[in-house]
Nanobody
Framework: QVQLVESGGGLVQAGDSLRLSCVVS????????MGWFRRTPGKEREFVAS????????FYVTSVKGRFTLSRDNAKNTMYLQMNSLKPEDTAVYYC????????????WGQGTQVTVSS
């Protein structure tokens, strides 16, 4: 079983930065792909970014490319999402998720952290 705990959300102004963290426990994440998703009221959950833990390959949704950077710290079993140049449309609850790297469905989810960007 994998447990995920997010942190780092908050209220910021447009143009500011935030760094979200996701601590992984229960199993080493080396055989997992990790992702960030976000959800706003009335909208479906949206993929934001993902990383293949062992190789570090990253993927981003087009709307965040160039502004968000995903990284991981092997020693701390922690994944980070550095969010720069935040926009009001980035406002959402952000969720960390994990899936075995050879599967397509994210199996484990964190509780979410709220990010609010004011204009």
């Amino acid at each position: 079983q994998v447990q995920l705990v997010e942190s780092g959300g908050g209220l910021v102004q447009a143009g500011d930065s935030l760094r979200l963290s996701c601590v992984v426990s229960g199993r080493t994440p080396s055989s997992y792909a990790m992702g960030w998703f976000r959800r706003t009221p009335g909208k479906e959950r949206e993929f934001v970014a993902s990383i293949i833990w062992s190789g570090g390959t990253t993927f981003y949704v087009t709307s965040v490319k160039g502004r968000f950077t995903l990284s991981r710290d092997n020693a701390k079993n922690t994944m980070y999402l550095q969010m720069n140049s935040l926009k009001p449309e980035d406002t959402a609850v952000y969720y960390c998720a994990a899936r075995p790297v050879l599967t397509s469905e994210y199996r484990y989810w964190g509780q979410g952290t709220q990010v609010t960007v004011s204009s």
